[in-house]
């Protein structure tokens, strides 16, 4: 692969009100040029933290009927934060023994635990698309099993994206009431 097009999260960062939470579908190397960030990155637009929502979901279906639903209710797509739990495009994220992580994907999962500990206690709501590995991360699934249904939505489990977007849908209507 031409570049790695590692992500580890995409939005805003610092203020956002809501999260949504993934683990890393992985990439296959031999396929680079069908991510987004391909042409994302020869448009100027890639970088592995921060990207705008905004730009990604032109590029990206995916994102777009994700962020359709939360425009729907009035969150903005500068008002998101996607955190990985494994840096997107890497390895399956079937691999979860940390110690076989490179540096990028440990410092990135640190980060990105620490960013979603301190939105959580300043009341930011999260929406678990894929948040197994988090739920079972000692430093956040304790402070996430803590939270209400209003605070955290899991999405069900193994469904595909219209089913999980209907969970979000359903959730964002008994947060935004």
């Given amino acids: 692969m031409s570049n790695d097009y590692k992500v580890s999260r995409i939005g805003n960062e610092k203020s ?3 999260i949504i939470l993934l683990c890393n579908p992985g990439g296959d190397a031999k396929y680079y040029k069908r991510l987004a960030e391909y042409p994302m ?5 890639y970088k592995p933290t921060g990207m705008n929502l ?10 777009d009927n994700i962020l359709k639903k939360t425009d729907k209710f009035g969150i903005k797509d500068t008002d998101i934060l ?3 739990y494994y840096p997107y495009h890497t390895k399956r994220s079937n691999n979860s023994k940390h110690w076989n992580w490179d540096n990028f994907a440990q410092k990135s999962l640190s980060q990105n635990k620490e960013l979603l500990l301190k939105h959580i206690a300043n009341g930011v709501p ?3 698309y894929y948040y197994g590995f ?5 430093d956040v ?4 099993s803590k939270l209400n249904k209003k605070q955290f939505c899991k999405s069900r489990n193994g469904l595909g994206q219209s089913l999980k977007l209907k969970d979000l849908e359903t959730w964002l209507q008994t947060i935004t009431d």
């Fill in 41 to 45: 990155d020869k448009d100027g637009f």
């Fill in 134 to 138: 988090w739920l079972n991360d000692k």
């Fill in 16 to 18: 956002p009100k809501l």
């Fill in 82 to 84: 996607a955190l990985e």
């Fill in 141 to 144: 699934g304790e402070q996430l």
């Fill in 54 to 63: 905004h730009i990604y979901r032109e590029y990206c279906e995916w994102w």
């Fill in 126 to 128: 999260v929406f678990g």
